[in-house]
């Protein structure tokens, strides 16, 4: 799978929007892009995922740039219960193999 | 969406002894099953990949011998860790894939912490 960079932490005031970056300058064109987040001591969870156009569910949105080598998690309005490691990650879905390969993620801190 | 379980949630063994966790999905169906260790403060390494009725294959450095890995339903997988040693004590993770026309995903149970003393 190709490699996402991701800065190591951020921190963002309660209620604000957070916008938390990946660069996948390596991307091809049959990678997704998905986002986990993990709360402390918990299992991985499914957040968002992506190919070209941009996307939005309940729990965010997923900013795609136009050359899709770089993306942008968003949380609209940031809570405490947000307050977790937040993992970009390409899944080739050419390959065949379904796997997930977690690289360091974003510590995402809230301040009350 | 998806609810995968992992039973138990934690565990204290023994050394030498061997200690059985299972995986689940709940709600659905999951031909591939996979499964993670994560040690403090470090991210999740994939151990293996789980596929219904075969043998499951695992990844570089990881030893199918000391990590028996079981999945004959489409429900359930089980991942054995053998003779456990104390560099053994991690954070234990199973997700299943989910896939369809729109998406190909996993989702992820809640661990299993393994403590060998």
């Known amino acids: 799978d190709a490699k996402t960079t991701q800065p190591n932490s951020m921190e963002s005031n309660e209620e604000e929007p957070v916008h938390l970056p990946c660069n996948h300058s390596t991307i091809s064109g049959t990678d997704y892009i998905h986002w986990y987040r993990q709360l402390p001591s918990q299992g991985p969870e499914y957040v968002i995922h992506?190919?070209?156009s941009n996307v939005n569910n309940r729990m965010a949105s997923l900013a795609i740039a136009e050359d899709r080598k770089s993306s942008t998690l968003i949380l609209h309005r940031a809570t405490l219960r947000d307050a977790a490691v937040y993992y970009c990650i390409l899944r080739d879905s050419g390959a065949g193999s379904y796997q997930l390969t977690f690289g360091k993620g974003t510590k995402l801190s809230v301040i009350p | 969406g998806a609810v995968v379980s992992q039973h138990p949630s934690w565990v204290i063994c023994k050394s030498g002894t061997s200690v059985k966790i299972e995986c689940r999905s709940l709600?659905?169906?999951?031909?591939?099953m996979f499964w993670y260790r994560q040690f403090p403060k470090q991210s999740l390494m994939l151990m293996a990949t789980s596929n219904e009725g075969s043998k499951a294959t695992y990844e570089q450095g990881v030893e199918k011998d000391k990590f028996l890995i079981n999945h004959a339903s489409l429900t359930l997988s089980t991942l054995t860790v053998t003779s456990a040693h104390p560099e053994d004590s991690s954070f234990y993770i199973c997700s299943a894939r989910v896939s369809g026309r729109r998406t190909d995903t996993q989702y992820f149970g809640p661990g299993t912490r393994l403590t060998v003393l």
């Open positions: 709600d659905f169906q999951a031909t591939t």
């Open positions: 992506g190919l070209t």
